[in-house]
């Protein structure tokens, strides 16, 4: 076997970004990915890094902690990063991507690269020698769940996610809608889809009473805060939808010359726009019922939907007790561990441990010293949050500036203060990539 080679197991975003560090450093990589073989109840094609429950990579400026983070991706030179500038549509102060245009991106680039060979298979165990990434996600095939189950000694954890569903741009009734991006930011990317209080009451009346789909462990497994069934969240209370999709801040009805009562805003979703996403919109209601009770949404009288939401059951291992800050498995050093299955939350996230993963597998496996990134920098936080030792169980986290370390002298201002984090963090991670890596900043 070649020195450098790597094995990846897992084409999502982890994976691919993964197998793509190790290659552009000179690594030898194969790459499994079980799909279209084996496919999962949340994955449609066979295309790798399939974006799942959404087209959007979250804030776009270094204000926020997941801007940050994909800026420290893009100087990296993430793959990932890439594909999203290269399929990028319209979504205000936000980054969204065409969806399969964004996949097909990212599997011709590794599939075309001649350091990696894809091979359509599904892994039950993990190697038993050379190096390798688990990037398998939370979806993880029950054959090799059980394997790494047993291996880790250490009981899996797992929490509910969930995907809006997707309705055809000619069938929103745009004469109940308008054009806007909240508070004016960017262009006006998203379809505004306003209701006033009697028609928001009648909409939340059917939503709490509406069926849903019976999932196993559904009483005893948490949903993902982040991802929360809108039905879940409407069982808080009334008003909690209208703090949260429904919140109608920012935005004015060019009808009426108002804030509406709510607003539920839809995103585009692919680069004809032919297709526009539920923001927030999260559900397991079944699908009879989500055409229901959605329609009673003026905008979305007479919606065809071109995909229903549905819900699943993430898996992830509890990485505080299994892995180093590297990565690595604590008991077998050569297996690196990225994505979703850490306990990450989020496409951006999950490609940035894949990211990192890649590059130390690449080190380890020329006998090099695997690198810790600084804890000030979005990577750094991120990792030192799923690894550290706590006795608190780990739940899945997207990165926020609350996981930096504290500034010396923090501006007052919240958003000065955020981008004082930033620029402390890219500092850092030019200083440290300069002296470990010159190749990936400074070269």
Same mark, same amino acid.
């Given at each position: 076997m070649n020195s450098k080679s790597v094995t990846v197991i897992g084409g999502g975003l982890a994976g691919a970004e993964a197998a793509w560090q190790l290659a552009r450093q000179g690594a030898a990589v194969t790459l499994y990915e079980m799909r279209p073989k084996l496919s999962t109840g949340a994955h449609h094609t066979a295309l790798l890094a399939e974006l799942v429950c959404s087209n959007s990579l979250r804030a776009a400026d270094l204000g926020n902690a997941v801007g940050l983070l994909k800026e420290e991706l893009r100087q990296l030179d993430s793959l990932i990063m890439r594909a999203a500038a290269a399929t990028e549509v319209p979504a205000g102060g936000a980054t969204a991507v065409d969806r399969t245009e964004f996949a097909q991106f990212v599997t011709r680039a590794v599939e075309s690269h001649p350091l990696i060979t894809v091979c359509r298979q599904e892994i039950t165990e993990l190697p038993k020698s050379g190096t390798v990434i688990v990037a398998s996600g939370p979806l993880t095939s029950s054959a090799l769940a059980e394997h790494l189950r047993q291996a880790l000694e250490a009981p899996y954890l797992a929490f509910f996610d969930a995907a809006a569903p997707i309705v055809l741009a000619d069938s929103i009734d745009m004469s109940q809608a308008f054009m806007a991006s909240r508070y004016g930011k960017g262009e006006a990317a998203y379809i505004n889809c306003p209701l006033n209080e009697e028609e928001y009451d009648r909409f939340y009346q059917a939503l709490i009473a509406a069926e849903r789909q019976q999932l196993s462990d559904i009483d005893t497994t948490a949903c993902f805060e982040g991802c929360m069934p809108i039905e879940s969240m409407a069982d808080r209370g009334r008003d909690t939808p209208l703090f949260g999709p429904l919140k109608p801040v920012g935005l004015t009805d060019p009808r009426t010359g108002k804030r509406p009562f709510a607003v539920l805003q839809l995103r585009q979703d692919n680069r004809g726009a032919t297709m526009y996403n539920l923001v927030g919109f999260q559900t397991r209601l079944t699908w009879r019922e989500q055409k229901r009770v959605f329609s009673l949404i003026p905008a979305l009288r007479h919606a065809e939907y071109v995909r229903f939401g549905v819900m699943h059951r993430n898996t992830f291992i509890?990485? &505080?007790?299994?892995?180093?800050?590297?990565?690595?498995? &604590?008991?077998?050093? &050569?297996?690196?561990?990225?994505?979703?299955?850490?306990?990450?939350?989020? #496409?951006?996230?999950?490609?940035?441990?894949?990211?990192?993963?890649?590059? $130390?597998? #690449? &080190?380890?496996?020329?006998?090099?010293?695997? %690198?810790?990134?600084?804890?000030?920098?979005?990577?750094?936080?991120?990792? $030192?949050?799923?690894?550290?030792?706590?006795?608190?169980? %780990?739940?899945?986290? $997207?990165?926020?500036?609350? %996981?930096?370390?504290p500034l010396a002298s923090p501006p007052r201002e919240r958003r000065l203060r955020n981008l004082a984090y930033a620029e402390r963090a890219m500092r850092e991670l030019t200083e440290f990539f300069c002296k470990h890596s010159p190749n990936c900043l400074c070269g």
């Open positions: 509890d990485s &505080r007790s299994v892995l180093w800050p590297t990565l690595q498995w &604590r008991k077998d050093a &050569r297996v690196f561990f990225a994505g979703q299955v850490t306990g990450v939350e989020g #496409y951006v996230e999950s490609a940035a441990t894949g990211l990192v993963a890649g590059i $130390n597998a #690449y &080190r380890f496996a020329q006998g090099m010293e695997p %690198l810790v990134l600084p804890v000030v920098t979005a990577h750094g936080a991120l990792i $030192n949050y799923i690894t550290e030792h706590s006795p608190s169980p %780990l739940q899945p986290m $997207n990165v926020t500036f609350g %996981l930096f370390p």
